[in-house]
């Protein structure tokens, strides 16, 4: 379905997989990656960066909401 399809992909979609504590938070909501540690680790691991800078913010939009919705939840019950 939403599968990474290139081998790129795939290396960006470990890359998300590393970044849970990379989350820039302030009291009850999650903002998004820190982006520059997030580029960092990637050229570490040998990821293209330009692949990354394309594909990671559209990624993060997606966990922001899904996480803050979460949250959200766990606050109503």
């Known amino acids: 379905m939403n599968r990474p399809q290139t081998p790129e992909g795939w290396q960006v979609w ?6 849970g504590g990379q989350l820039r938070v ?3 909501a999650v903002l998004g990656w820190d982006m520059g540690a997030a580029l960092a680790m990637a ?3 040998g990821i293209d960066t330009l692949i990354a800078a394309e594909l990671l913010p559209e990624i993060e939009a997606v966990m922001v909401r899904k996480l803050n919705e979460q949250m959200e939840g766990g606050r109503d019950g």
């Open 43 to 45: 050229h570490a691991l």
């Open 26 to 28: 302030i009291p009850g």
């Open 14 to 19: 470990d890359l998300v997989g590393r970044l």
